[in-house]
């Protein structure tokens, strides 16, 4: 079934794939963008993005925000960050790099996947893949971590460690590591196969295609 015989809004987790290209090249959902000071998230019943919560601080994403579909950190990404509980139950999520600006969240857009973040928030694995637009002028040809300037990977640190910092309370979050490409495509199998045990084997259509379960 293709995508011009869905009568209905597919939901962006579980009605796309995450892909025919991935783990190379990933579909991204894009909640948050780099002018959004308030959190938005993806509700995970309707499908629809909700407001999770206004910034405490003027900290911004200093790149695109979202989430690979048909991913979910579990028990398998759980193991692939030594030090953690239990995965966060999320999607997988993704910053993407563009040299253009992109304004408008609920987009979707293909991602060259470089590398990753590894990072713990009280006691869960909570990976941030980190990625190019497909066919960026400026970061289209990047295809590790370590291509991209260093103060970059440094924003996106730097935002991680503070976006849910609470006055008063001590830091919840650790960035324990960074990590290239063959590790970032570990990660989004895990994730794929984490989804897949819960929600139920899935074949893999084309982007934006509608999904059939078996």
Known sequence: MTASHFHWRPHPWHGLAPGPDCPEVVTAYIEITPFD????EVDKVTGYLRVDRPQRTSSQPPA???????????????RLAPGCDRGDGDPLDICVISERPIAHSEVLLRARILGGLKIVDRGEADDKIVAV??????????RELDELPRTLIERLEHYFSTYKLVPGEPPHIRITGRYGHAAAAEVIRAAIEDYQEAYGDVEIPAA???VRRR
């Open 37 to 40: 000071l308030v959190k938005y």
């Open 64 to 78: 695109l925000y979202g989430f690979i579909p048909q991913t979910l950190c579990g028990e398998r990404v759980k």
């Open 133 to 142: 637009l497909e066919g960026d002028y400026v970061w289209g040809d990047a």
């Open 208 to 210: 934006g295609s509608a």
